[in-house]
């Protein structure tokens, strides 16, 4: 008698453990900052992994740090909110073991004005706003020297340029480093701003009214990072599937925000 319950309270256990197992296997933790990507994830991605029977916990950051380091500790599952020069910058400062997952449909940076409707009406001496963290500062300042408003250090690593390597500088315009969310609304003040998409999108700005779009490169594209040691795992591979899901790029190309957002390659 006393070994048949034994037996039964063993089972019991191992029924509690499959089931707990089970039922965290089937809850996906996301995190993302405010703006396109968290809505584009929960209008387009999230009703299909629901019902696959996953659980969606979504979190919104106000910090971009806190973000990656969610998803260090085991907070997060996945975040969808950076580029692959971004998630270099972090890995190597921070030790992380972050990797790429897949690359979504992203937005643009822009050089966006409030003040004048084309590039070569700046004046000498034109105040433009730029990002002040190192990834977005040195991807605006190449992207303004393809429009020819400065030049850069040719001994430069691309993308890695601060204001301290323009080398040439027609207008002598002024650099105003701000941080990225605070971009569109010091537009009043500056004569041009170099805003990244997604901060174009949260202000209610459309990504059509800016001077010049840029095509991302590679490198500034955004993408869906997890850590490398559930990057492979079932339910990432679930979360792919709905951001490759026919459902999900039928939303992203009928929203009307989305309109200017480059391509990833197995869209094309």
Known sequence: MKKRSLLLSLLATLAIGIAGTASAQTVLR????????ADQFKRGVQ???????????????????QLNSALMDGSLDANVFQNRAYLDTFNAQHKGTLE??????????????????????????????VPNDPTSLGR???????????????????GRATEKN???????????????????RAMPEV???AILGNHVIAAGMLLSSALALEDPAPQYRIILVARNDVAKGELIKKLVTGYKSNEYRRFVENDPKAKGFSRPEYWR
């Open 30 to 37: 996301i995190g993302y900052f405010p703006g396109p990507y």
């Open 47 to 65: 009703p299909y992994l629901e019902s696959q029977g996953i659980k969606v916990e979504a979190t919104e950051f106000s910090n971009i740090i």
């Open 100 to 129: 790429e997952v897949l690359q979504v449909p992203s937005a643009p940076l822009g050089l966006y004005s409030a003040k004048h409707k084309d590039l070569k009406a700046l004046p000498n001496g034109a105040k433009v706003a």
């Open 140 to 158: 605006s300042l190449a992207f303004m020297q393809s429009q020819g408003l400065l030049t850069l250090d040719p001994a430069i690593p691309a």
């Open 166 to 184: 323009v080398s040439a500088n027609p207008k002598n315009l002024q650099l105003v480093l701000l941080d990225a969310p605070q971009m569109p």
């Open 191 to 193: 004569d041009l701003a």
